[in-house]
Nanobody, 110 residues
Framework: QVQLVESGGGLVQAGGALRLSCAAS????????VGWLRQAPGKERTLVVGWSRLGTIYADSVKGRFTMSRDYAENTVYLQMNDLQPEDTAVYYC?????WGQGTQVTVPT
């Protein structure tokens, strides 16, 4: 089974940017659904962005600020996050098909 390794999280001031990476241990298929979810402390895991053959869905709270992209040559999915705000603080998880990453912390202090 493909394993996913996430990276790119960290602490950034409000208004700053981060790019998260989700690297797969094997080839990813253009048919695989991919997405990013996040879980803030004490809250449920929620969708940030998801892609399937039906299209791409972004959470309203990140539209215009976050962009997901895929690099099949590198077997990697990215999440570019701009204009980060304190409410974006969470652990971010990627998935490709049925595989999930371990999560990476993003912290935006108030």
């Amino acid at each position: 089974q493909v394993q996913l390794v996430e990276s790119g999280g960290g602490l950034v001031q409000a208004g700053g940017a981060l790019r998260l990476s989700c690297a797969a241990s094997g080839p990813i298929s253009p048919a695989d659904s991919v997405g990013w979810l996040r879980q803030a402390p004490g809250k449920e895991r929620t969708l940030v962005v998801g892609w399937s053959r039906l299209g791409t869905i972004y959470a309203d709270s990140v539209k215009g600020r976050f962009t997901m992209s895929r690099d099949y040559a590198e077997n990697t999915v990215y999440l570019q996050m701009n204009d980060l705000q304190p409410e974006d603080t969470a652990v971010y998880y990627c998935h490709i098909g049925a595989a999930w990453g371990q999560g990476t912390q993003v912290t935006v202090p108030t």
